[in-house]
């Protein structure tokens, strides 16, 4: 307890970084922009799916239909998409504006031989930049799906059961993740790039390759090496199929659908094709969350991975680079 | 040389092919106040950087209190307070939060944090209606002297002033080296500045070193550098009269036949006498017998600038005649 004390009172510099980090961050008129955009995004998700809520409860059909609160994030009728696809294209962004700047305006301003001037480790910069916007944003989303629940309980009455509970909160942390992603990748390119603009151009167009531009380039690079469709054989096309679903799967924003709906949508099984005979005497009922959680395993690992890879590209060029502005 | 705090021995610094420091060998005692002097892209800020382990040596060591640079820097910038060049503050932190969160880096505690922050702005002569203003809205004069607060509040042994003097005025100059020469002396801190101001670090430094491309050409005190430089036109005395003279004058002669006077240059009403003594008295008698009248003599003595110039004169004619 007494260690606790004196550690409150004398501050880390880590700790001291983060914090500066999280009071420039909440204080700048990005983060204000941001949270009303997603914000916006959320109410507007949260009404849609509040309004249809019934008839997505009510239909039988479904074998998701009993979770009630699942149903709130993914329940749509298709005039907005629902909030985790919204989110799909909303993370991109709220990372790279996080991190665009992050040490090359430090840089221009002349604070970051400053700040190297003083007892610190020079990683320390960094990892507070990283953690401070991955804290900030956990407790968004954390705020969020509080909101959500409460709301939802206030208006239906229905109790939550503890297996949404975990599937709502490893659906927030796969979203940190996710936007923690594009954090790292856009904090790699303010210590390549010394202009803001330069680094925030270059990761809006990675942003855009990935959404737009990669499904057009793999579908064009396997059209032309897989053979006539009518020559194959159903296992061919079975292979071929996970052929492209595999190499779609190197954009993050497929790995973060791929996860979130496994973990949204207790029914789904898997997530490549499936032969009638797997099909066969299956009971269509919602699975348990540990096993969606195996499901969207490789997911996760690929998109924490990413993140590390970025991240330890930014310590190797930052370790060895020159502080003077 | 027990006292010494900063020791660089054979510092060399190569950016490709380009030396920027060239085998560096300086020692800069406790309590002194050194002037690094030198033209842009000299190699101070190099050589500085280095000393506080922010880039590493190509071969040499930097020991600074007693710790190397190099291999602990956390421990040498625990003691050295340093002030780049281009000062920058976060703009949308007032001028308090900025210096607190540099003190708590330092490892103050939160509870004494402000307190002193406060405390150094006083000294450092911000007043207390800046404390809160956001630095955007600073002065370059106020900024720097909020850089010395800045590099105060970790209590240093040593600090490091990189160009402090750039684009303030005259008078902001002298107050704040006035300002950085009285803490000096009351605290026993040690001060390196680098500057390519010579006048300015004239008024404050107790030795300087004068660093040209990568070279410490000379370092000493003032009077010691003057002297080996100019032993032999060590004197130069300029006479005014009322009228002008006309050339050839007719008492060139006579004057060059005074003991000690080497030559003499006549431009209007004034005359240069170059001597290898110091013979005004007998110059300005020498004037008055043949009826001038004398309105204005200068004995000159060799500043900086003139020891500044000719090492760099001497320089570039090295480095002409290769």
């Not at chain 1, 790039?193 to 396997?222: D, H, K, M, N």
């Amino acid at each position: 307890m007494k260690n606790l004390v004196t550690s409150l009172n004398n501050p880390s510099p880590f700790g001291a970084m983060v914090r500066k980090e999280i009071a420039g961050h909440i204080r700048s008129w990005r983060f204000i922009v941001l949270l009303m955009l997603l914000l916006l995004t959320f109410w507007g998700s949260m009404y849609i799916s509040l309004s249809n809520i019934r008839t997505a409860v009510s239909n039988a059909q479904d074998p998701d239909a009993l979770f009630l609160y699942l149903k709130l994030l993914t329940t749509t009728d298709g005039t907005l998409p629902p909030f985790h696809v919204l989110l799909n294209f909303l993370g991109p962004l709220l990372g790279i504006s996080l991190g665009f700047d992050a040490i090359n305006s430090e840089q221009q301003g002349g604070t970051l031989t400053r700040v190297m001037a003083q007892p610190v480790y020079r990683d320390n910069l960094l990892l507070s930049k990283f953690v401070s916007a991955l804290l900030m944003l956990s407790v968004l989303f954390l705020a969020l799906a509080m909101l959500m629940t409460g709301g939802g309980m206030m208006l239906t009455g229905v109790r939550i059961e503890p297996e949404e509970v975990l599937r709502i909160l490893s659906f927030i942390v796969l979203c940190v993740v996710y936007i923690g992603f594009w954090l790292g990748l856009s904090i790699l390119l303010s210590i390549r790039f010394r202009q803001a603009a330069t680094s925030a151009l270059t990761a809006i167009g990675i942003w855009l390759f990935f959404t737009v531009f990669y499904q057009i380039v793999i579908s064009l690079a396997v059209k032309a090496f897989i053979p006539r469709s009518h020559a194959l054989t159903e296992s061919d096309v079975l292979h071929y199929n996970e052929i492209i679903l595999n190499l779609l799967r190197l954009a993050p924003s497929q790995l973060y659908t791929d996860a979130t709906t496994t973990l949204l949508m207790p029914s789904i099984r898997s997530l490549g094709p499936v032969t009638m005979e797997q099909m066969a005497g299956a009971i269509p009922t919602p699975l348990p969350f540990g096993q969606s959680l195996l499901i969207v395993w490789p997911q996760v690992s690929g998109l924490i991975a990413a993140t590390m890879v970025c991240f330890a590209l930014s310590y190797y060029l930052f370790m060895r680079r020159e502080i003077r502005s | 040389m027990d006292n010494a705090i900063i020791e660089l021995r054979g510092l060399t610094k190569c950016y490709g092919s380009l030396k920027a420091v060239d085998d560096l060998t300086l020692t800069i005692n406790k309590g002194e106040i050194f002037g690094l002097l030198g033209p842009n892209g000299a190699g101070k800020t190099t050589t500085i950087l280095m000393m506080l382990g922010l880039s590493e040596p190509t071969a040499g060591t930097a020991r600074v209190c007693g710790y190397n640079a190099t291999n602990t820097p956390i421990a040498v910038k625990r003691k050295v307070g340093y002030m780049p060049d281009s000062l920058g503050f976060y703009d949308n932190m007032t001028a308090l939060e900025n210096l607190v969160y540099i003190g708590e880096l330092n490892g103050i505690p939160r509870s004494e944090v402000r307190e002193r922050a406060v405390e150094m702005m006083d000294m450092v002569g911000l007043r207390n209606e800046d404390l809160h203003k956001k630095t955007s809205a600073y002065s370059r004069g106020m900024k720097q002297r909020l850089g010395l607060a800045d590099v105060l509040i970790k209590q240093p042994d040593v600090i490091i002033l990189d160009e402090p003097t750039l684009g303030i005025d005259p008078s902001g100059v002298r107050d704040f080296l006035g300002l950085i020469r009285q803490l000096s002396r009351q605290k026993g801190i040690t001060v390196l500045l680098s500057s390519h101001h010579l006048h300015q670090v004239q008024q404050v430094c107790d030795r300087v070193g004068i660093f040209v491309k990568g070279k410490l050409l000379v370092e000493g005190s003032l009077d010691t550098l003057s002297k080996n430089l100019f032993t032999e036109r060590y004197y130069e005395v300029q006479v005014t009269v009322r009228q002008a003279i006309t050339t050839p004058w007719k008492h060139e002669p006579d004057l060059l036949q005074l003991p000690a006077v080497q030559k003499l240059a006549v431009d209007g009403p004034t005359i240069d006498i170059t001597c290898t003594r110091d013979t005004t008295p007998d110059i300005v008698r020498f004037f008055v017998e043949r009826g001038y009248d004398v309105t204005g003599v200068h004995r000159k003595e060799y500043g900086l600038d003139e020891i500044y110039q000719t090492y760099f004169e001497n320089n570039l004619t090295e480095a002409a005649t290769p």
